[in-house]
């Protein structure tokens, strides 16, 4: 089986190039045979230097990662697509990892997290990503899924601009067995560093109890804006 790594991106130049780099080194196995930049219209350099780094650039016909990632899907040539955020970087021989994971009964599944940053609060946040709990799924854990599954289920919802990995989550897990692979993304704390660690963790916190109390998406949108930065 092969790899589409798909990675939706708006103003990355500063992780995009070593993101792909560093894919394209940690990949033992062959299996990933392309990587799809999935770009939200950005303002910088982001396309121009993924594309210099071998990976493929597709313009999103709309900014949001839901709308982005199903794009990137679309596009996507391989049984297994594996979603990845612009700041989050797999482990070496992940791509393996990834296969062995989906060589049984699994249909999809993602890894641990843990940040660049040792931070106590951001290990612990980082430690509990290994409990299989929903309130504990969220994208930078990255998330690979065979292209079957994907399409029965719908891909994400595009009409989602928060909770869009937390909520499709719900629905693999609904449909199969989800594998929680015992080995760390390295993701970003940038945001952490910017709006202050326990209190970005208490703003995701509402968010997602809100999420699932009913709120709709503009409201969720509003508190996501007017707390932390726009999206």
């Not at 396309?47 to 949001?64: F, L, N, P």
């Not at 997602?208 to 949108?221: A, D, K, M, R």
Request: overall charge negative.
């Amino acid at each position: 089986m092969k790899i589409s790594v798909i990675i939706p991106t708006y103003n990355e130049e500063d992780n995009i190039g070593a993101l792909v780099k560093h894919l394209h080194a940690a990949s033992h196995s062959g299996a990933v045979s392309e990587i799809l930049i999935v770009d939200g219209d950005s303002k910088d350099d982001t396309r121009a230097i993924a594309e210099q780094h071998g990976a493929k650039v597709i313009t999103a016909h709309q900014k949001g990662r839901a709308v982005q990632m199903n794009q990137g899907a679309r596009h996507a040539n391989n049984a297994i697509l594996y979603f990845l955020h612009a700041d989050t970087f797999p482990p070496e021989g992940f791509d393996q990892m990834i296969l062995d994971a989906l060589s049984g009964d699994n249909k999809a599944g993602c890894f641990r997290l843990a940040f660049n940053d040792s931070h106590p609060l951001l290990n612990f946040y980082g430690w509990c990503t290994r409990f299989d709990i929903d309130a504990f799924r969220f994208g930078d854990q990255s998330l690979f899924i065979r292209r079957s599954l994907f399409r029965e289920i719908g891909g994400f919802r595009d009409d989602h601009i928060v909770m869009e990995d937390n909520e499709i989550i719900s629905r693999i897990k609904a449909e199969t067995q989800f594998k929680i692979i015992p080995e760390n993304v390295i993701t970003s704390a940038r945001r952490y560093r910017d709006n202050g660690v326990l209190r970005l963790q208490l703003i995701f916190t509402l968010i997602f109890s809100l999420y699932h109390l009913g709120v709709p998406q503009e409201g969720l949108i509003d508190i996501y804006r007017k707390y932390i930065q726009k999206i």
